[in-house]
């Protein structure tokens, strides 16, 4: 069963609620939790009032356990479980949803995103005219991968450009920035993630794509491979095209105000 967290009215924040919240969500991670949560908060600390947001999607390693560990070490940690596997795309919507800040920074649990580039990315975003219509979203020019990742990443991105026109290079970038209140507008579904970019431009915001570090995976295993990049996201594809044909952003014609 998920553990479900209620979204809150972002339009009345807590009081001293942090300026950031990082998303991370994790699968078998015990190795790596430890280390990026260093990371985080060395990229952070001092620059941001931030929070960092582990969401277990049903390790089976002891991932969990390790992270209410390194809760005593990181006071800004919070973490939340999943009972069962539900996939990456439910565990950042259960840590967006779960965020006291209005802005996300979501990365990848594997390590191979570098928290360092996380500063550059939120100054971007907060840089923009209306960053509530922006997401900035990581380029990974130079991938640090097996050849058989990089090639599936490159098929799998291509189909997607090809397919929905989003104009972004490298979707499947963990390394994201965005408004909490327009990615819970967004159509939820599984394997949403992988089609960010397209969702923010259905609901009339823009994606900028900015060049990020990129780092060899150092522990545990990767998940992902030709079949689940490209093959399973087939059907979400077709789903993506369905709801890109369909949106409609109506434009409010001003008018005299009714009487009081």
Not at 46 to 55: A, R, T
Not at 74 to 95: D, N
């Amino acid at each position: 069963m998920l553990v479900m967290v209620a979204a809150k009215n972002s339009s009345n924040p807590e009081p001293q609620s942090p300026g950031l919240a990082v998303v991370v969500p994790v699968n078998n991670e015990v190795e790596n939790v430890g280390p990026l949560a260093a990371e985080i908060s060395a990229a952070l600390s001092g620059q941001e009032s931030f929070e960092m947001i582990f969401v277990d999607d049903g390790s089976n390693d002891g991932t969990a356990d390790q992270l209410r560990t390194l809760q005593g070490r990181h006071p800004e940690l919070r973490v939340f479980s999943h009972r069962q596997c539900f996939g990456q795309s439910a565990a950042i919507w259960t840590g967006v949803a779960a965020a006291r800040a209005l802005v996300i920074a979501t990365l990848d649990g594997d390590g191979q995103n570098d928290p360092a580039d996380i500063p550059g990315l939120l100054e971007r975003f907060r840089q923009a005219d209306a960053p509530d219509k922006l997401m900035v979203v990581g380029h990974r020019a130079k991938r640090r991968d097996t050849w058989l990742k990089r090639t599936s990443s490159r098929i799998a991105n291509g189909v997607r450009a090809a397919l929905l026109g989003d104009g972004t290079p490298d979707t499947g970038c963990g390394l994201k920035v965005f408004s909490r209140d327009t990615f819970l507008a967004m159509p939820r579904f599984d394997h949403m993630h992988r089609f960010l970019p397209a969702l923010m431009m259905r609901g009339g915001g823009r994606v900028e794509s900015v060049p990020v570090n990129h780092r060899p995976r150092e522990r545990g295993q990767s998940k992902y491979g030709l079949w689940n990049r490209l093959g399973v996201g087939i059907t979400d594809l077709f789903g993506v095209m369905w709801l890109l044909r369909r949106g409609s952003r109506p434009e409010i014609e001003p008018g005299p105000e009714n009487d009081a």
